[in-house]
C-alpha cells in the first residue's frame, strides 16, 4: 500500500501562497492523488485530485512531477478560514480493491 | 442539503452497550464507506459498499462491528459489546463509481462516539 508523508504542521500569514509537499514513493500505476481538508468536529473536504502534471480548480492547485513520487498542494492567498488539516491520499479502487490511506494529515495555522 | 448526512452526530454510551449510526449518501452515489476516526490522526478505512455489496472489510472491523447497505441507499454501522478502544468518531463517505474507480469521496460530519 502506498503511505504518504507530510509535514506534521505549518504556519502561514494572510495572503501568502501555501505549499504542501507529500511524499508516496511507493506510489502505484493506478493510483490517484487526492486532497482534502478537515476542520474540528467535521468530516474531511474534498480538495483537488490529480493523477500526472498540474491539476487547477478554484481553490487550489496540485503539482505532480513526472516520477510521481511526490506531490504538492498549493493554497493562494491563504486567509484565516483555511487553518485546518490537510491530507494527501494516495489509492482508490483499483484491481487490487479499496486501497485508500489517510496520513496523519498537515495542520496548517494561518496567523493575521 | 444534498450532501452526505449521519445520525446520530453524538453517541454517549456505557461499555458493553449496542450502538447503531445510520448515513445517508449523496442520493447518486452507488459507492458508500465507512472510516474511523482517533484524535490526531486521519480517517482509517473500515469498509465499503458499492450498491448493496459490501465488497471490501478492513481487518480494523473486528466481529463486533457489522455494516449493511439493504438496498443499495442508507447504510448502518452497529457496534455491539462497546469497549473504551471504540471511543472515536465515525465518518460516512460516498462516491459515484465509475470505471476507474477514483471518483472522490464526499465525507458526512460523523458521529462521535464516547464509551463512559
Known amino acids: 500500500l502506498a503511505k504518504t508523508t507530510q509535514p506534521i504542521s505549518m504556519d502561514s500569514y494572510e495572503g501568502q501562497e501555501v505549499n504542501i509537499t507529500c511524499s508516496h514513493n511507493n506510489i502505484a500505476t493506478n493510483d490517484y492523488i487526492t486532497w482534502y481538508q478537515q476542520f474540528p468536529s467535521q468530516g474531511p473536504r474534498f480538495i483537488i485530485q490529480g493523477y500526472k502534471t498540474k491539476v487547477t480548480n478554484e481553490v487550489a492547485s496540485l503539482f505532480i512531477p513526472a516520477d510521481r513520487k511526490s506531490s504538492t498542494l498549493s493554497l493562494p492567498r491563504v486567509s484565516l478560514s483555511d487553518t485546518a488539516v490537510y491530507y494527501c491520499?494516495?489509492?482508490?479502487?483499483?484491481?487490487?480493491?479499496?486501497?485508500?490511506?489517510f496520513g496523519a494529515g498537515t495542520r496548517l495555522f494561518v496567523k493575521a | 442539503d444534498t450532501g452526505v448526512s449521519q445520525n446520530p452526530r453524538h453517541k454517549i454510551t456505557k461499555r458493553g452497550q449496542n450502538v447503531t449510526f445510520r448515513c445517508d449518501p449523496i442520493s447518486e452515489h452507488n459507492r458508500l464507506y465507512w472510516y474511523r476516526q482517533t484524535l490526531g490522526q486521519g480517517p482509517e478505512f473500515l469498509t465499503y459498499?458499492?450498491?448493496?455489496?459490501?465488497?471490501?472489510k478492513s481487518r480494523l472491523l473486528s466481529d463486533r462491528f457489522s455494516a449493511e447497505r439493504p438496498k443499495g441507499s442508507f447504510s448502518t454501522l452497529e457496534i455491539q459489546r462497546t469497549e473504551q478502544g471504540d471511543s472515536a468518531m465515525y465518518l460516512c463517505a460516498s462516491s459515484l463509481g465509475t470505471g476507474d474507480g477514483n471518483q472522490p469521496q464526499h465525507f458526512g460530519d460523523g458521529t462521535r462516539l464516547s464509551i463512559l
Open positions: 459498499f458499492q450498491n448493496e455489496a459490501q465488497l471490501e
Open positions: 491520499l494516495v489509492g482508490g479502487l483499483n484491481t487490487g480493491g479499496f486501497k485508500t490511506i
